[in-house]
């Protein structure tokens, strides 16, 4: 139950295009869903959150679409750049919790 | 730079030894987490210190151990060490406890080879 599972493991997309990674949970008491973007020799840098009491959040070319009755999150990037390949992990907290569990990455190339 | 420090980046060493791994948090975060990056296994959490506390402990394996020391820097010490344990080894800071009201802030990570 403490599992999220991310989908693709890797993403190929071309510049200009959208980007869509998915993540599914099981544990409804997850309330707090980080993305990070990791870059190679980096470590992962926190990108943008949502809470459930939405359902979008966007930042920039980033947007994050939340289906709480799915239980399902996911990563829009808009008018992907070269400089947005990159690994994305999604992750998911409960109120409580000591720490954020993790999906497994997808690595994204955005071929120019 | 994100503020949080690990030492060293990389480290080779042969089976059976023993490391540490160090690791000083962003200027005020009380909290550090040890996570473990594998090509296989993604980002498994190993353990959370607060204030010189353990908090909370994931999936961390006997011959590892760590403590955060009262200047709140972070040691991870693995012994024993197998080709298995070969990973990259992140720590985080945050300023509370609670992960799930902050997010972390990481740090670039020990590349650990064991040969």
């Known amino acids: 139950q403490q599992q999220v599972k991310q989908s693709p493991q890797s993403l190929i997309v071309q510049k200009g295009g959208i980007s869509i990674i998915n993540c599914a949970y099981e544990?409804?008491?997850?309330?707090?869903f980080p993305w990070y973007q990791q870059f190679p020799g980096k470590g992962p840098a926190l990108l943008i959150a949502?809470?459930?009491?939405?359902s979008e959040k966007k930042e920039g070319r980033f947007t994050i679409s939340f289906n709480k009755s799915a239980k399902q999150f996911s990563l829009h990037i808009m008018d992907s750049q070269p400089g947005d390949s990159a690994t994305y992990f999604c992750?998911?907290?409960?109120?409580?919790?000591?720490?954020?569990?993790f999906g497994q990455g997808t690595r994204l190339t955005i071929n120019p | 730079d994100s503020g949080v420090t690990q030492t060293p980046k990389h480290l080779i060493t042969a089976t059976g030894q023993r490391v540490t791994l160090r690791c000083s948090p962003r200027?005020?975060?009380?909290?550090v987490y040890w996570y473990q990056q594998s090509l296989d296994q993604g980002l498994q959490f190993l353990i959370q210190y607060y204030n010189g506390e353990e908090r909370a402990k994931g999936n961390i394996l006997e011959r590892f151990s760590a403590q955060q020391f009262p200047d709140l820097h972070s040691e991870l010490n693995l012994s024993s060490l197998e080709l298995g344990d070969s990973a990259l080894y992140f720590c985080?800071?945050?300023?509370?406890?609670?992960?799930?009201?902050?997010?972390?802030?990481f740090g670039s990570g020990t590349r650990l080879t064991v040969v």
């Open positions: 949502i809470r459930p009491d939405v």
């Open positions: 200027s005020g975060d009380l909290s």
């Open positions: 544990n409804t008491a997850f309330d707090y």
């Open positions: 985080a800071s945050s300023v509370g406890s609670l992960a799930g009201r902050e997010g972390y802030t």
């Open positions: 992750a998911a907290s409960n109120q409580g919790a000591q720490k954020l569990v």
